[in-house]
């Protein structure tokens, strides 16, 4: 049998494949994997709106790059004010 998710020969009746990881039976008896802490995260919403919960990693990075030049801009019209004095 061959993996139907990446095409890799497979030993018949495997019920997960040993190179992509995926459930290739739908065997309940079989002991499922734990689940990948990050696997819902990146699903493409095709429909719904964005869950107000769920805010894009990409987010916070804008959020923590605004502040660094927030601190930044701060610091440097702090500078300047300190020459501007004389
Ligand atoms: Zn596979």
Do not use: H
Not at 5 to 18: A, M, N, Q, R, T
Not at 28 to 39: C, G, L, S
């Amino acid at each position: 049998m061959f993996c139907k998710y990446c095409g890799k020969p497979l030993d018949e009746g495997s019920v997960f494949c040993k190179y992509c990881g995926k459930q290739l039976t739908e065997n309940a008896a079989a002991p499922a994997p734990p689940p990948m802490p990050n696997a819902d995260i990146y699903t493409p919403v095709t429909d719904a709106p964005p869950r107000p919960y769920a805010i894009p990693k990409r987010t916070w990075q804008y959020v923590a790059l605004a502040s660094s030049l927030a601190a930044l801009m701060g610091a440097i019209i702090f500078g300047l004010s300190q020459f501007n004095v004389f």
